[in-house]
């Protein structure tokens, strides 16, 4: 895991570079595959209107941000990414890991990868131009034998499993919403939401009665990534009912 002085330094580097694009008034800048986590960073310094983040089929966890002029945004095939086709025998599962150490073993660099999305037999992801050139010259995942391909367009069905998690809470505050979520007392949620462990909506935050709204997802280091369902209610007491999604 990066350290968090090597993930300062690393956001810091990216916006330097997202604020050059923007003073330079380029006409079209893209930057390398981002994260939810970048994603929101990044456009929290930026005017809306000028960018758009594309990471190779709608709701895509990674993408590359484009920079441009407001009347002027870019098309979903003039962003730098390719879409990668993988096959292999069913009998052979391979999983998420598998296919990104694979791919990272081959010295290419993260944020030239979008999403890897895993289905019986046949695996989808995005990588940029360079790194699908690597990637087509490799033959084997780990032991399973593979065939990879840049002609085949995105078709794999996403499914994302989830684990309902329901019960009440006495106001929409983050470390409420943790106790309900975490099964754990509401004082190791403090902990956790002041240790920094905590994110909403992919920035982190540290204010224990930070409010939560219905569609916020939250993680939290060591447990995993939630979303928050239904806030309902009051009950006779007074509380809440909260539906929390976690994901699997």
Not at 59 to 85: K, M, N, W
Not at 87 to 108: C, E, F, N, P, Y
Not at 172 to 188: F, I, K, Y
Request: charged fraction near 25%.
């Amino acid at each position: 895991m990066i350290s968090d002085q090597k993930q300062r330094e690393a956001d810091s580097i990216l916006l330097a570079h997202v604020q050059d694009m923007v003073k330079r008034n380029a006409f079209r800048g893209f930057t390398d595959f981002l994260d939810m986590r970048q994603y929101t960073m990044v456009t929290a310094q930026l005017r809306t209107g000028t960018y758009r983040f594309f990471g190779g089929y709608p709701d895509a966890q990674r993408g590359i941000l484009c920079i441009h002029p407001e009347d002027f945004p870019p098309e979903e095939d003039e962003f730098p990414l390719v879409c990668l086709t993988i096959t292999h025998r069913t009998a052979d599962a391979l999983t998420h890991r598998d296919v990104l150490g694979s791919i990272m073993a081959q010295q290419v660099q993260r944020d030239t990868l979008g999403d890897i999305i895993i289905t019986p037999g046949k695996i989808q992801c995005f990588a940029t131009p360079v790194t699908a050139a690597v990637c087509m010259q490799m033959t084997k995942i780990g032991r399973v034998g593979v065939k990879i391909t840049d002609d085949e367009p995105f078709s794999c069905e996403i499914k994302q499993e989830i684990r309902e998690i329901s019960g009440t809470v006495a106001a929409p505050r983050l470390d409420a919403v943790l106790r309900t979520a975490l099964h754990t007392g509401r004082g190791a949620c403090a902990e956790y939401i002041r240790g920094g462990l905590v994110t909403l909506n992919y920035r982190q935050v540290q204010d224990v009665s930070c409010h939560v709204a219905e569609g916020d997802v939250f993680s939290v280091r060591g447990f995993g990534k939630f979303r928050v369902g239904e806030i309902s209610g009051p009950t006779k007491k007074g509380r809440l009912h909260i539906t929390i999604e976690k994901f699997l």
